[in-house]
């Protein structure tokens, strides 16, 4: 995958390793709003901001290892993995009313980052 040189665009929530401070630093999960309630036309904004996560942190001389990406309606959620340059899409779509699942998965992305530590 042929990375652009510069990537603009806005995310709607931007999760970062640091979290107590009001400058984004390092940031490794990437939230967007699915448009219109539909969340596959979220999925190629989603990928393009997970990169230029990457981006930044390369930029900063950051090591994240992975990036992940949410896409939501709030009521549903598809999750995505940035691992070089390979983006894993969970095929499988989570929604509200499976909240032990939801969690079970935020649990999972927050192990991941307390272990890379």
Known sequence: MSEPDNLTGECDF?????????FVESPVII????KDDDIP???PQCIALMIAAR???????KTVDTI???VT???EWQFLKLID???LINIEVLFIKELSTLLGV???IVNHYKQSA
């Open 14 to 22: 931007i999760i970062s390793l640091k979290g107590d401070t009001y």
């Open 31 to 34: 939230i967007v709003e699915a």
């Open 41 to 43: 036309l979220g999925i």
């Open 68 to 70: 992940y990406g949410c």
């Open 73 to 75: 309606t709030g009521t």
């Open 85 to 87: 340059n390979e983006v």
């Open 55 to 61: 981006q930044f942190n390369e930029n900063e001389v």
């Open 106 to 108: 935020w649990q999972n």
